[in-house]
């Protein structure tokens, strides 16, 4: 902890926007903090909190990182800076700014933090799996903050988008960003547990990041990551206690050339061991990432009985 005394002293010396940036990296990685919110290095950390902190966007021209700073300003970024390190909040939750497929969304502790792969895919237009003439109506499935959602509604103009979440918390959230995003009159938010308040509904296009950590690695979290809503990480022993259900379900959800993108992280040799016979389509991302499956209703028809099965032996839900 940093007294009062080199509290004033560092507020008085610091200045600069680059001041801070340095002070602060160096802060991380003394303290050892974990990454993975946005930011896989401490100077990166610190450049997205001060940024962030201060309102400012990624790509400040070069000669304004070196302004100086009101002393309001500095106090600020000091502050945010200390809970970085004594509270190990993740940034975002710090200036509640996330950004995801080139969009910028607000966040809280009632969401996890967006950083899915599947932003790639999305600004690719889930080439070249996807027809994206054909995509009037998508779901996202477990839509969280609703990135993924409002994302594809930004992606694909004029399709309808459905944000489906069982969390009132989350919705509430996913609610601001489509207000933030003028969306309201393309993005749906409804409150369900997977297609249980979806009856009759069908899509172009389902895509899913829902919760997916194993039972190991949800006990070996580090303290930034305890910070999310376990109800958006948490899947079981093997992390597909929604995925199972989500396989059985989507087919009929589907239209007749439909597609289901979910993404399974970690546990995905936990899901090719429990259907040994299904071809996922393993997708491969420019900038990194792994875990995300594609399924054509086709498909889907082909393997419903396997799918079924395996949904009924892990209990109903939906």
């Given at each position: ?25 160096s802060r991380f ?121 409002i994302a594809c ?36 938010p409804i409150q ?127």
């Open positions: 902890m940093i007294s009062k005394e080199d509290e004033a002293e560092t507020i008085e010396v610091l200045e600069t926007l680059a001041d801070y940036i340095r002070w602060g990296a990685n003394e303290a050892g903090l974990t990454y993975g919110h946005g930011s896989d290095n401490a100077v990166d950390e610190a450049l997205f909190l001060v940024l962030g902190g201060l309102s400012l966007r990624p790509g400040l021209a070069p000669e304004l990182v070196h302004g100086r700073l009101t002393m309001a300003e500095r106090r600020k970024l000091f502050e945010l800076i200390r809970r970085r390190v004594e509270e190990r909040i993740p940034v975002p939750y710090l200036t509640h700014e996330a950004w995801f497929a080139g969009l910028d969304f607000y966040v809280d502790e009632r969401v996890l933090v967006p950083r899915s792969p599947i932003a790639e895919l999305i600004q690719d237009r889930f080439s070249p799996w996807v027809d994206e003439e054909c995509v009037e109506s998508i779901l996202d499935l477990c839509t969280g903050s609703g990135c993924i959602a509604a930004d992606t694909f103009p004029m399709a309808r988008v459905d944000a489906v979440d069982c969390s009132a918390d989350a919705l509430a959230v996913a609610k601001i960003n489509i207000e933030r995003h003028r969306l309201e009159d393309r993005v749906v369900s547990d997977l297609f249980a308040n979806l009856a009759g509904k069908r899509y172009d296009l389902i895509v899913s990041n829902p919760p997916y950590v194993d039972a190991e690695d949800m006990a070996a979290r580090t303290p930034e990551f305890r910070h999310e809503p376990e109800l958006g990480l948490a899947a079981g022993e093997d992390g597909l206690d929604l995925v199972v259900h989500i396989l059985a379900q989507a087919e009929a959800h589907l239209t007749e050339c439909g597609t289901l993108v979910v993404e399974v992280g970690n546990s995905e040799a936990a899901l090719v061991e429990r259907y040994p016979e299904v071809p996922f389509i393993w997708l491969e991302f420019e900038r990194g990432g792994q875990g995300v499956f594609l399924l054509h209703a086709e498909t889907l028809r082909e393997y419903r009985d396997v799918f079924l099965r395996e949904a009924g032996s892990a209990g109903s839900r939906g």
